[in-house]
Structures are given as structure tokens and as C-alpha cells.
């Protein structure tokens, strides 16, 4: 395995062989992956009994890199069994790190998506929902009846038709009463 090669597993009660789950290695015998809603992303060792047990296949998407930009990094031998008795072996190699940079466009505008307002900060656990989704967000402090509170936006968006387009999806992945507003 070598930085950025994804890891996918069967994580059913059965072990069915579907594939249910997938991480991201990221070096020293560990993945990082979307755990659980509650927990979001984690990073897990690869070697873990509940993950080892349950590798499907490992794939490598991203080309070869020979320009290395983060530390090498020793690996140890470590068999893991996978669907149908293959087995993968992890040998003792020097792997090269690459930083992968993923290019977000810089969203400007004055429309978003209102996922909530809240007297407090909002739940951690939201904000890593909204985070996990994809998408970016900023916290607004509005003056209401002498109250100040704390309004949960995602974007911003050029104007109301791009974030009517993604309105339906926040309804369905974060808060069904998400609507738009204007800042």
C-alpha cells in the first residue's frame, strides 16, 4: 500500500464480499475514513482486527509520483486475508508520500443555504456533517428580539439559482428544513 491508495471493505454482518466501506491509506500502517456519522473522519490502523478482516481490495488511482514530498516511512510485513481466500501483503519497503492538493474554487457571493439557528454554537457533529458533505459553511451572529444568536450557513453562492440547485441535496444529506437566504 502507498499514500493515497483507497482500501475497500465489506463491513455487513455476513460478509456478503459487497463492498460497503472504503478509506485512504495514508502511511505508517493507517487509513483514514468517514467511521460513523456520530465519530465522522478517523484514522484507523489498517491492521485493526474489525478492518482487517473485512479487505476486499486495495486500488491505486493515482499515477506514480517519483518526486517525494512528505517523509518515507518504514513498513512492517503484515498478511491480511480478503474475499474469496486471496491475501495481501504489506512487505518492508520504503514507501514515498506525495501531498495531494485538492483545488476547491474560491465560492463568492451573497446567497446560501441556512442550515440552522442556535442560541449556542452549533453541534459539532453538524458541522462535520455539512464538512463530510463536502460543503463549506460560515456561522452568521444575528441580533433577534435582543437575543444574539448564531445562524449555520453553507456556501456562499453567486446567486439563488446555483444554491437552489443544491438545496434538494441538503435537504436530503443534512437538515430536511434547510432553505435559501440572501446575505
Do not use: W
Amino acid at each position: 500500500l502507498q499514500y493515497g491508495d483507497l482500501i475497500f471493505f465489506d463491513t455487513t454482518k455476513q460478509k456478503t464480499g459487497k463492498i460497503t466501506h472504503v478509506g485512504i491509506y495514508i502511511g505508517n500502517g493507517e487509513f483514514q475514513h468517514a467511521s460513523s456519522p456520530k465519530e465522522g473522519v478517523i484514522i484507523t490502523k489498517v491492521d485493526k482486527p474489525y478492518y482487517k478482516n473485512r479487505i476486499v481490495v486495495c486500488k491505486r488511482y493515482l499515477p506514480d509520483d517519483t518526486n517525494s514530498i512528505a517523509p518515507t516511512h518504514n513498513m512492517p510485513t503484515q498478511p491480511f486475508q480478503v474475499a474469496q481466500n486471496s491475501q495481501i501483503t504489506i512487505s518492508p519497503t520504503i514507501i514515498q508520500e506525495t501531498t495531494i492538493t485538492k483545488v476547491t474554487p474560491t465560492l463568492q457571493g451573497k446567497h446560501y443555504i441556512q442550515v440552522g439557528t442556535f442560541a449556542n454554537q452549533p453541534a459539532s457533529g453538524l458541522l462535520q456533517q455539512i464538512r463530510s458533505s463536502g460543503y463549506q459553511y460560515k456561522i452568521v451572529q444575528v441580533s433577534r428580539n435582543g437575543r444574539n444568536l448564531n445562524r449555520v450557513l453553507v456556501g456562499p453562492y453567486r446567486d439563488k439559482q446555483a444554491a437552489s440547485k443544491l438545496l434538494d441535496e441538503v435537504r436530503a444529506t443534512i437538515i430536511p428544513d434547510a432553505f435559501t437566504v440572501r446575505i
